[in-house]
């Protein structure tokens, strides 16, 4: 396990799949929350404005905070659904395959170490940018408290549930052999999220949760939000791991 | 008697409406190098697939180092080293990274996994493309690499899928040469597969014919005109064939 391990620490190492898509969130959703705060606190009336008034509960660093967490859920899943499809997919598509056939280590070690890797890319990924905020918050005059880093907690927690909710698409990515498959079914995912969400069934639904429990819904929807819907997340995501696992052990190189 | 490093009997496989293997036996014993040789679609590569458990057979048995194929763990694949028809793929990766991580991925530590790196690079003059990215690499260049990745760790069984393609000239010999040493001071079994019928007639102890996923026997390595045996191998097939239907 830990030669696999290695490999897939250089790979992703080169990898600029990963390196953009860590870039992308650790400073999209902090910029995005910032302006969203910044247009709220300048107390103009325009439509930008009153979009950002719904997003922020308060004016505070919590709020900000609480803001960013709501975006991270959807920069998580985006980011990390398109590192696991492509870590999966390319092996195909660049006619690895075979090379991870007839190996003293397992491709179980592989499979596992691939979304190990993963996993401590989207813990890092989602960290740095909970600070990252935190930093922009402190920098922006608002006094850190005691709720802000609840909020932050929270925030961390939810852009990790996120995350590891995209590691069904490396079974998808497996499956049909590419990774372009594992993009399409995260646009789908995306897309029925917002549907459920919109329609207030979200709360059942493993990959709206997160993003529900974070405020995208409102207080009221967030509140509702139980401890036994957030749990279906790592439920989702340790399912597809055994099932990944379970079908590259299956699998043929043809 | 010892046991066979690879070993395939009656082993057919189909894909859809294609009968790509019917029946084929093989034996390759330590020491020896076979060459798989047939026209494009022959079943080359889907034997060599079968024998490293890429592929499953429909029918019959498929050995390696004496185990059967589908339980052999990290003890017998350790011993054994590929290169199936690409040379490897990951462009991200150094000459040197691609042949270190194929080594550690074979269960070598570290430091031995070092060593073997710098031998192999060495051993098959990639000394000057050491740090270079594989994806910039000649076509030439990137195969030599793929035999780099299969050799390192020393096997003793060495499947390998046209190892002479892209080569020039002094990289074939070169690479014949490596084949018959390891063979010959090592002991190590060898199965390759060419559409090079002069190549393997230099290299090879036995030669096996495949010819629409069927074996068609051996031709003599030293015969007189290998090529000239090979066809009437075939076309003796094909008559057979058109005959029967």
Known sequence: MRAAVEFELIKAGRA????????????????ISVL??????????????????????????????GTAGQVLTVGMLMAAGIAASWSFGREFVDDAVPALFALATSRSSLVGAKFLVLTGWAAATTITTVVVVLLAGLALGLPLTPAALAVALQATAAGLLSAVLAWPLALVASCRRGYLAGFVALILVVVLTQLLTATGAGSWFPYAAPSLWMGMGGAEAAAKVSATQLALAPLVSAAAVAATIAWWGHAEAR | M?????????????FGQEQALLDVDLRVEPGEI?????LNGAGKSTLMRLLLGMLHADTGSVE???????????AVWSRVGHLIETPPRYRELTVRESIYSAARLQALDRSTTERLTAETITLLELDHWRDRRTGALS??????????????????VLVLDEPSNTLDPLGV?????FLRARATEQRTAVLVSSHHLDEVARMADRIMVLHRGRALGELDPAGADVERAFFARVLEADRHRAAVR
């Open chain 1, 36 to 65: 969203f705060f910044v247009l709220a606190r300048s107390g103009r009336t325009s439509p930008a404005v009153a979009k950002a008034m719904t997003l922020l509960t308060d004016m505070s660093l919590a709020g900000l905070v």
């Open chain 1, 16 to 31: 600029p799949v990963f390196r953009w898509g860590a870039a992308s969130v650790v400073l999209g959703v902090p910029g």
């Open chain 2, 173 to 177: 010999l070169r690479v014949r040469g």
């Open chain 2, 2 to 14: 010892t046991c066979p490093a690879l070993a395939a009997r009656a082993v057919s496989r189909r």
């Open chain 2, 34 to 38: 076979v060459a798989l040789v047939g």
């Open chain 2, 139 to 156: 076509l030439g260049n990137r195969q030599r690499l793929g035999i780099a990745t299969a050799v390192v760790h020393r096997p003793d």
């Open chain 2, 64 to 74: 390696i180092l004496g185990r059967p194929v589908r339980g052999a763990g990290p």
